[in-house]
């Protein structure tokens, strides 16, 4: 799964092909994939400026903006350092896009979730109390693309994710519009998991119709519990994946 998906469905200004971005989105996604331990120094800037071919002043430029991110500390006399995962600005849209090309860590995954839970299910809730006619027919809309789409992995994640923002969006919170980031790498990461042909989706798509009829009949507990329902299913998949490993 591309990290452009991400970027389309969060309609995020993507990468410029500027070299300096470039470099940066190259190191980042090493960063964010491990292959640089935390607290280990990275190459110097020969050396990052031999491997890409570019000037000192691009790669300068390049670690300036995964400083900017959290990902790097400079410290004159030693060296640029990867900073721990801690310090991350982890809801930064790149970081979050980085991850759908890494390996999944199950960490990681696990993390997202529990954001999920803690999230969507009253965005559901508030969804039923205060979504408009258009906000009912936007989550409708993107049922209807999830039960049509049988052949292409991409397009049903796409419209999966269109259903969550527009639940999202009806519950006219600004502070929940802002969590859509976490939402897409949760379900851009897990589907290489527990997705892998899309005919296989109706379950999840029959829980995804269940939330949107109680939203439109108003019904707010039932929304908020079905909802709960539809992201316990996606952990019981995500451990079936991995098995004991997964601490969901």
Not at 58 to 80: E, F, N, Y
Not at 215 to 227: P, Q, R, S, V, Y
Request: aromatic share 6%; net charge negative; proline share 2%.
């Amino acid at each position: 799964m591309s990290e452009l998906v991400y970027y389309d469905l969060k309609r995020a200004a993507k990468m410029t092909p500027s070299l300096s971005i470039q470099v940066a989105r190259e190191l980042g996604r090493r960063i964010v994939a491990g292959t640089f331990e935390p607290n280990s120094l990275i190459e110097d800037e020969n050396a990052l400026a031999d491997r890409y071919q570019v000037s000192r002043v691009v790669v300068r430029d390049a670690v300036k903006i995964l400083v900017g991110k959290g990902l790097l500390d400079v410290r004159r006399g030693i060296g640029t350092k990867v900073r721990p995962r801690n310090e991350w600005i982890l809801l930064d849209d790149d970081v979050l896009a980085w991850h759908i090309t890494a390996t999944p860590k199950l960490e990681f995954i696990s993390q997202l979730m529990d954001v999920r839970l803690a999230f969507e299910p009253k965005a559901a809730r508030w969804a039923a109390e205060r979504a408009t006619d258009e906000d009912i027919k936007e989550i409708d809309d993107a049922c209807i693309r999830m039960e049509q789409e049988t052949g292409s992995l991409e397009k049903f994640v796409v419209a999966d994710a269109l259903f969550h923002k527009a639940v999202l969006r009806a519950a006219h919170n600004e502070f929940l519009n802002a969590m859509e980031g976490v939402i897409y790498s949760a379900l851009l990461v897990s589907v290489r998991i527990t997705n892998k042909d899309p005919r296989k989706n109706s379950d999840s798509v029959a829980y995804h119709r269940e939330v949107y009829d109680a939203i439109a009949a108003k019904d707010a507990d039932l929304a908020e519990k079905l909802t709960e329902k539809l992201l316990n299913d996606a952990l019981r998949r995500l451990k079936e994946s991995y098995g004991d490993e997964f601490k969901g």
